[in-house]
């Protein structure tokens, strides 16, 4: 029979597993902060048709070294902190050229492209530097997105921190002493889990309808004219790709003339006789992936009573003139009518807008204007545009130095007061008279608080497509602000064309700690242990005699077996 | 050995335990939270006071439990051991744990380690002081109010380190430097003192 415990047994065990549950718990502490800590964003991470781009990796824990390291420096296990005023292009284009190993990257963007930074807005007179750094960033950012990085690559905003730090840095890369395990340093850590691609990332189209005055017939429809803004971005961070220009002074030019025009229709005398079809879509970088589901959802019917489609494509930093992008003849009777509308009111407002003609090429899957999907449907369309070339995939879609410092909302009414014009005088039929509908100081007046604000809105909302959650509260307050001004909204919930593939780490926290030298340790490990043995000594010493501590350390003389 | 030195040493930490609660419910009750890190003679002077209960707590573990088979001489060691293990466990034992696993460096637990040991210093030489006042009847009596001045310093000890971290803005090694030094000099006095009182056999 097994013995019973006694009382005092089982005391001392509940007691043994109470301390270990303690030691259990109290190690799962988690470690505390370092010494400074720093929002980064991440490098877009995507594959186009399998082929990898972007920076693949998210978890960082390495030293850091400035531009200063020496030259026959291993950087296969350092982090670079390059500040983007002190950045030289070909250094970065050399490493990836050559695809040398480096343990991470991090850049250090000066304020003026951080969107939460309410400093000076909207003047369009950027001094030297300024342009220089944006410049140098737009290069650096199409060279990112189009690269494969096998290493994180991280963006981060200038502060006081983060500068002292790369001060640091410096001074200890100068005099020869880089940051490694046995010498010391600054050490960074991003703790992030290894990303994972989205699983079937989705784009939302909105539309809004304007019904027109119908004159008696019901039978007869009545025709369309279609308005059309892709509201989504894509950037080398999309944590901070929120698209001022592009496409943000689109929407807002959009939402301002379905104000204005609501204003028109909601009185029957001043209805007009066309419907007003106003197209919110997603997928826009993508080459209008969305436009282009958006148009095949229409009945065959819809789509042929649409007279034309004006597309407003980055109106938000233009002089003295615009483009208008079209892919049919310029002989063909609708492109002159609306080059005739857009051009007397642009002369009555003191610009130009010229006539730029691109044909489309049905086996090139490149669809570089968001007009050129209506056209392969055959309705007529045109892109109203500052830019005067087409851009290549993935550029010009709103990234990192499209920030609002760029933006002027005194161009973006200007192209409002286009847009409203013109199409009133089609609609109305006021072609070669002289009249202003949307006068200033009238109350269909553009408004350039609303535009303002809009503009704000989007400034501060990064809109990657496939980052937007389900019922995402941007979307739904594009679609609440429509249903304002428009007589019927509806969503188009679509997946994303299977060529592209996203990843998702966007944004994540930065540690920076200062870490001893290895020396550092031993060295102090040493004097500890010195001080503890001599206090021990000096006790024994002072309570029990010299002798004392001197036969703690001789072995015990072994006794002698004293036989009987 | 033959004495029960640590069935006292554990007697005073539970003493110990149970002082610091009274203290933390009386210093919750009474005192006020303030925003800034300046010296309030007011807040100073409640802390001071409350402080004494640490004394009646120690007067508790002295005096009035009962140990085994323990001589006067070595009584007032054992309490202060007990007594200051108990404090450096519960003060210090948390913070470097959380603390001291971060990848960085900071001198400040060293620092702690050190005041940790004046601490026991200080303890030792309050508990002989506390010993020589309560347990010892017969004491030369020009040498009393000494005695009582002396514990009465040493008892006030927190209340003069916060002075001078918050009034004069001391840093934290200037004060760990302060409190051994004190620390050896109250220790030395309180030697004296009793071996001055142990002189009179009678």
Same mark, same amino acid.
């Given at each position: 029979?097994?013995?019973?415990?006694?009382?005092?047994?089982?005391?001392?065990?509940?007691?043994?597993?109470?301390?270990a549950?303690?030691?259990?718990?109290?190690?799962?502490?988690?470690?505390?902060?370092?010494?400074?800590?720093?929002?980064?964003?991440?490098?877009?991470?995507? *594959?186009?048709?399998?082929?990898?781009?972007?920076?693949?990796?998210?978890?960082?824990?390495?030293?850091?070294?400035?531009?200063?390291?020496?030259?026959?420096?291993?950087?296969?296990?350092?982090?670079?902190?390059?500040?983007?005023?002190?950045?030289?292009?070909?250094?970065?284009?050399?490493? %990836?050229?050559?695809?040398?190993?480096?343990?991470?990257?991090?850049?250090?963007?000066?304020?003026?492209?951080?969107?939460?930074?309410?400093?000076?807005?909207?003047?369009?007179?950027?001094?030297g530097?300024?342009?220089?750094?944006?410049?140098?960033?737009?290069?650096?950012?199409?060279?990112?997105?189009?690269?494969?990085?096998?290493?994180?690559?991280?963006?981060?905003?200038?502060d006081?921190?983060?500068?002292?730090?790369?001060?640091? %840095?410096?001074?200890?890369?100068?005099?020869?002493?880089?940051?490694?395990?046995?010498?010391?340093?600054?050490?960074?850590?991003?703790?992030?889990?290894?990303?994972?691609?989205?699983?079937?990332?989705?784009?939302?189209?909105?539309?809004?309808?304007?019904?027109?005055?119908?004159?008696?017939?019901?039978?007869?429809?009545?025709?369309?004219?279609?308005?059309?803004?892709?509201?989504?971005?894509?950037?080398?961070?999309?944590?901070?790709?929120?698209?001022?220009?592009?496409?943000?002074?689109?929407?807002?030019?959009?939402?301002?003339v379905?104000?204005?025009?609501?204003?028109?229709?909601?009185?029957p005398?001043?209805?007009?006789?066309?419907?007003?079809?106003?197209?919110?879509?997603?997928?826009?970088?993508?080459?209008?992936?969305?436009?282009?589901?958006?148009?095949?959802?229409f009945?065959?019917?819809?789509?042929?009573?649409i007279?034309?489609?004006?597309?407003?494509?980055?109106?938000?930093?233009?002089?003295?003139?615009?483009?208008?992008?079209?892919?049919?003849?310029?002989?063909?009777?609708?492109?002159?009518?609306?080059?005739?509308?857009?051009?007397?009111?642009?002369?009555?407002?003191?610009?130009?807008?010229?006539?730029?003609?691109?044909?489309?090429n049905?086996?090139?899957?490149r669809?570089?204007?968001?007009?050129?999907?209506?056209?392969?449907?055959?309705?007529?369309?045109?892109?109203?545009?500052e830019?005067?070339?087409?851009?290549?995939?993935?550029?010009?879609?709103?990234?990192?130095?499209?920030s609002?410092?760029?933006?002027?909302?005194?161009?973006? %009414?200007?192209?409002?007061?286009?847009?409203?014009?013109?199409?009133?005088?089609?609609?109305?039929?006021?072609?070669?008279?002289?009249?202003?509908?949307?006068?200033?100081?009238?109350?269909?007046?553009?408004?350039?608080?609303?535009?303002?604000?809009?503009?704000?809105?989007?400034?501060?909302?990064?809109?990657?497509?496939?980052?937007?959650?389900?019922?995402?509260?941007?979307?739904?307050?594009?679609?609440?602000?429509?249903?304002?001004?428009?007589?019927?909204?509806?969503?188009?919930?679509e997946?994303?064309?299977?060529?592209f593939?996203?990843?998702?780490?966007?944004?994540?926290?930065?540690?920076?700690y200062?870490?001893?030298?290895?020396?550092?340790?031993?060295?102090?490990?040493?004097?500890?242990?010195?001080?503890?043995?001599?206090?021990?000594?000096?006790l024994?010493?002072?309570?029990?005699?010299?002798?004392?501590?001197?036969?703690?350390?001789?072995?015990?003389?072994?006794?002698?077996?004293?036989?009987? | 050995?033959e004495y029960?030195?640590?069935?006292?040493?554990?007697?005073?930490?539970?003493?110990?335990?149970?002082?610091?609660?009274?203290?933390?419910?009386?210093?919750?009750?009474?005192?006020?939270?303030?925003?800034?890190?300046?010296?309030?003679?007011?807040?100073?002077?409640?802390?001071?006071?409350?402080?004494?209960?640490?004394?009646?707590?120690?007067?508790?573990?002295?005096?009035?439990?009962?140990?085994?088979?323990?001589?006067?001489?070595?009584?007032?060691?054992?309490v202060?051991?007990?007594?200051?293990?108990? *404090?450096?466990?519960?003060?210090?034992?948390?913070?470097?744990?959380?603390?001291?696993?971060?990848?960085?460096?900071?001198?400040?637990?060293?620092?702690?380690?050190?005041?940790?040991?004046?601490?026991?210093?200080?303890?030792?030489?309050?508990?002989?002081?506390?010993?020589?006042?309560?347990l010892?009847?017969?004491?030369?009596?020009?040498?009393?109010?000494? %005695?009582?001045?002396?514990a009465?310093i040493?008892?006030?000890?927190?209340?003069?380190?916060?002075?001078l971290?918050?009034?004069?803005?001391?840093?934290?090694?200037?004060?760990?430097?302060?409190?051994?030094?004190?620390?050896?000099?109250?220790?030395?006095?309180s030697?004296?003192?009793?071996?001055?009182?142990?002189?009179?056999?009678?």
């Amino acid at each position: 029979m097994a013995p019973r415990k006694s009382p005092r047994e089982r005391q001392m065990l509940v007691l043994e597993s109470v301390i270990a549950l303690v030691f259990v718990l109290v190690a799962c502490v988690e470690l505390c902060d370092g010494a400074t800590v720093v929002d980064v964003y991440h490098l877009i991470q995507y *594959d186009i048709s399998g082929a990898p781009f972007g920076s693949r990796l998210a978890g960082l824990n390495h030293h850091a070294t400035s531009l200063h390291f020496s030259p026959h420096a291993d950087l296969s296990r350092t982090v670079l902190l390059i500040p983007l005023r002190e950045f030289n292009i070909s250094f970065v284009k050399e490493y %990836i050229a050559e695809n040398k190993p480096l343990g991470g990257l991090l850049f250090l963007l000066p304020q003026i492209f951080n969107f939460e930074n309410k400093g000076e807005v909207g003047s369009n007179h950027l001094d030297g530097t300024e342009e220089l750094l944006k410049n140098v960033l737009a290069e650096l950012e199409q060279i990112l997105i189009r690269t494969n990085l096998p290493y994180p690559v991280y963006f981060a905003f200038e502060d006081d921190n983060i500068n002292a730090v790369l001060a640091d %840095i410096k001074k200890s890369d100068i005099t020869g002493q880089p940051a490694t395990a046995t010498t010391g340093g600054y050490k960074f850590v991003v703790s992030a889990l290894e990303p994972k691609s989205l699983v079937s990332p989705s784009i939302t189209n909105i539309q809004g309808w304007l019904t027109g005055l119908k004159a008696g017939d019901d039978a007869h429809q009545l025709p369309t004219i279609a308005i059309v803004a892709s509201y989504d971005t894509f950037g080398a961070a999309p944590a901070l790709s929120v698209g001022s220009d592009s496409n943000g002074s689109g929407v807002v030019a959009l939402l301002e003339v379905a104000r204005l025009f609501s204003l028109l229709y909601s009185n029957p005398k001043t209805r007009g006789q066309y419907n007003l079809l106003f197209g919110l879509t997603s997928g826009g970088p993508y080459n209008y992936n969305g436009t282009r589901k958006w148009l095949r959802s229409f009945d065959q019917r819809l789509r042929e009573s649409i007279d034309y489609a004006i597309c407003i494509d980055s109106i938000g930093s233009w002089e003295n003139e615009l483009w208008i992008h079209v892919s049919k003849p310029p002989e063909n009777s609708y492109i002159k009518q609306i080059m005739e509308d857009f051009s007397s009111v642009a002369e009555e407002l003191g610009f130009n807008v010229n006539l730029k003609h691109k044909k489309i090429n049905i086996s090139n899957p490149r669809v570089a204007w968001e007009h050129e999907q209506f056209s392969r449907l055959r309705v007529t369309a045109a892109t109203l545009s500052e830019l005067s070339a087409a851009p290549e995939l993935l550029e010009k879609t709103g990234g990192l130095i499209d920030s609002r410092h760029f933006v002027d909302e005194k161009a973006i %009414i200007r192209g409002v007061k286009l847009v409203a014009e013109s199409l009133a005088r089609h609609i109305y039929g006021h072609q070669g008279k002289n009249i202003q509908i949307f006068a200033d100081n009238s109350n269909l007046a553009v408004n350039p608080y609303y535009i303002r604000s809009w503009l704000d809105v989007l400034s501060q909302t990064p809109r990657v497509a496939p980052f937007f959650s389900k019922d995402d509260p941007f979307v739904m307050a594009l679609k609440k602000e429509l249903e304002d001004h428009t007589d019927e909204v509806n969503l188009q919930r679509e997946a994303l064309d299977g060529m592209f593939t996203f990843y998702d780490s966007t944004s994540a926290k930065l540690n920076i700690y200062q870490v001893a030298s290895v020396t550092f340790d031993l060295l102090l490990l040493l004097v500890l242990g010195s001080y503890l043995i001599v206090l021990f000594s000096f006790l024994v010493i002072t309570t029990r005699g010299l002798d004392d501590l001197i036969s703690l350390f001789r072995r015990p003389p072994s006794r002698k077996v004293k036989t009987a | 050995s033959e004495y029960d030195t640590l069935g006292t040493s554990i007697k005073a930490a539970v003493v110990y335990l149970a002082t610091a609660l009274v203290k933390l419910i009386c210093l919750a009750t009474f005192l006020k939270v303030s925003e800034s890190d300046s010296f309030d003679p007011y807040q100073e002077l409640l802390k001071a006071l409350i402080g004494f209960i640490d004394v009646a707590g120690l007067y508790f573990a002295l005096a009035q439990l009962t140990h085994r088979n323990i001589s006067q001489n070595h009584k007032f060691q054992a309490v202060g051991l007990g007594w200051a293990f108990a *404090d450096s466990v519960l003060h210090r034992l948390a913070p470097l744990w959380v603390g001291a696993r971060g990848l960085e460096f900071t001198w400040d637990y060293i620092l702690q380690g050190l005041e940790a040991n004046a601490n026991l210093v200080l303890s030792i030489s309050l508990a002989a002081l506390g010993s020589l006042m309560w347990l010892r009847k017969n004491k030369p009596k020009t040498l009393i109010p000494i %005695i009582y001045v002396c514990a009465g310093i040493v008892a006030t000890m927190p209340s003069i380190t916060s002075y001078l971290r918050r009034g004069l803005g001391w840093h934290f090694p200037k004060i760990v430097g302060f409190e051994l030094f004190t620390s050896l000099v109250m220790a030395f006095i309180s030697w004296q003192l009793f071996s001055a009182c142990q002189r009179p056999s009678l």
